[in-house]
């Protein structure tokens, strides 16, 4: 069976959709969807194409077969904001991305999954995936999250944080391994500047043995040093 198909399932069913209404989106009909859910037919890259934009995720991510969880990691975000990583609970929207990147790695290399299901894309600015940027959209439009704009040295910066309206809205997808794997990552890496976890995450193996834009497999965090981890 194509590894692929459970994910699609999954995908279709987190957004309440019909095999009838995913078939007409991709254009093709119901019978000829259903077969390709049973994985009696081969998923064309047209197709696929369709299927990542109508579920806001890279072909290739769709292809994978790992099913992302988006509310988990956007409570892995709320989460880190809930730390004290910061005197007035503002992260900068760069060092966030690689927290989060940090605590997928880091669960895989002891339990040989992630915390989130995410593809991580090596891109200029580190690894991040490609629904990192939908999650902060999302979050800021259900008024969970802040996102604010401010110039530094004739650069952009984009510093996120929790609304305080948010703050009483329990979290209970993190498990209490998982929030104390964040935790340790949150201490080591508080009074950091971004740049100084960039050069961290770029000099890491899963970064620096991918291509540019190629998605970053989790597999070679398992070869990294221990104290290099995170």
Not at 22 to 33: H, L, Q
Not at 62 to 69: A, Q, W
Not at 170 to 199: F, G, H, P, R
Request: charged share 30%.
């Amino acid at each position: 069976m194509n590894i692929y198909i459970q994910k699609i399932k999954g995908l279709r069913n987190s957004r309440d959709l019909t095999q009838e209404q995913v078939a007409k989106a991709i254009g093709v009909s119901r019978p000829t969807y259903t077969a390709i859910e049973a994985g009696k037919q081969e998923l064309s890259l047209e197709e696929a194409k369709k299927l990542a934009n109508l579920f806001s995720i890279g072909v290739d991510e769709l292809l994978s077969g790992v099913i992302p969880n988006i509310s988990k990691y956007k409570h892995m975000i709320l989460t880190y904001l809930r730390m004290n990583i910061s005197k007035d609970g503002k992260i900068p929207k760069t060092k966030l991305a690689k927290l989060l990147y940090l605590a997928d790695f880091a669960w895989f290399y002891d339990n040989l999954e992630s915390m989130s299901g995410m593809q991580y894309r090596k891109i200029a600015y580190g690894p991040v995936p490609d629904t990192f940027f939908r999650a902060l959209d999302e979050l800021e439009e259900d008024g969970k999250i802040t996102i604010e704009r401010k110039n530094d040295d004739g650069k952009d910066m984009f510093l996120i944080s929790e609304l305080e309206s948010n703050k009483n809205e329990k979290i209970q997808t993190i498990s209490v391994e998982e929030k104390t794997l964040m935790e340790k990552i949150a201490e080591k890496w508080k009074n950091k500047k971004t740049q100084e976890i960039v050069n961290f995450t770029h000099n890491q193996l899963p970064y620096f043995l991918c291509r540019d834009n190629e998605l970053i497999p989790y597999e070679l965090i398992t070869q990294e040093d221990p104290d290099l981890v995170y």
